[in-house]
């Protein structure tokens, strides 16, 4: 069984920051892709920021230049640093692994996270 354990989150001024970070366990040898999506209320869940396996960045157009996404590759670890928080940017933040490798199978249903709150003061 994988799971996903995403904290950070919590309450936070506009302009100010937050780091997100998201742990795995279970049966994950190594990960190619690993990311956040964010959902807000009434809203689709969208891509924020991934990172695959040869350190290509991905961002979404509105979070360019002040989100940053790290990974600890063996820990299987992923990171978003957040900067200058806007009141937009207020979401469940969500985790997931894309494409793994469990030991045995290379895989590529998607794992989220449980998702964590990031309220932002408008």
């Known amino acids: 069984q994988v799971q996903l354990v995403g904290s950070g989150g919590g309450l936070v001024e506009p302009g100010g920051s937050l780091r997100l970070s998201c742990a795995t366990s279970?049966?994950?040898?190594?990960?190619?892709?690993i990311g956040w999506y964010r959902q807000a209320p009434g809203k689709e869940r969208d891509v924020v920021a991934t990172?695959?396996?040869?350190?290509?960045?991905n961002y979404a157009d509105s979070v360019k230049g002040r989100f940053t996404i790290s990974r600890d590759r063996p820990q299987n670890t992923v990171y978003l640093h957040m900067n200058n928080l806007k009141p937009e940017d207020a979401a469940v933040y969500y985790c997931?692994?894309?494409?793994?490798?469990?030991?045995?199978?290379?895989?590529?249903?998607?794992?989220w996270g449980q998702g964590t709150q990031v309220p932002v003061n408008s």
């Open positions: 990172v695959n396996s040869g350190g290509i960045t």
């Open positions: 997931i692994v894309q494409e793994y490798y469990d030991g045995t199978y290379d895989r590529t249903d998607d794992l």
């Open positions: 279970g049966r994950i040898f190594s990960i190619d892709t």
